[in-house]
């Protein structure tokens, strides 16, 4: 499906995080089994006027070769205002680090934008 805007007015807003190290201090992700998950909220500069399209990648892993490398990275939640950066891995997976890159691309608010009420 195609995101239709209403004005020229796009914006773009990116970021970059790391989202645990759980090597460290042998945290979940490392030292963990099953289904685990770490959540990241997202706040943009200044909200969008409707909610953004947000593309997210892992730019950095640092997982166990010896294991399987399962891993699930996505923006949910979505909003004006921001998102929550989410990363999922599962089974016998270790994961020491993680850090996620992410680019939100929505309509912005003019000067020429007015309200009634």
Known sequence: MIKQFRNHLIGAEQGSIVLFSDFADNGPM??????????HMVSFAQPFRTAPMVQ??????????????RADLRAEA???????L???TWGDSRVARIRADWMALGEVASEDDWQLY
């Not at 490392?30 to 959540?39: H, I, L, T």
Request: proline share 3%; charged share 25%; no cysteine.
């Open 56 to 69: 997210v990648a892992i730019s950095m892993w640092d997982m166990d070769g010896n294991t399987n490398q």
């Open 30 to 39: 490392w030292a963990g089994d099953g289904p685990r998950e770490k959540r």
């Open 86 to 88: 989410v990363f999922r």
């Open 78 to 84: 979505i909003t004006t205002a921001g998102f929550e």
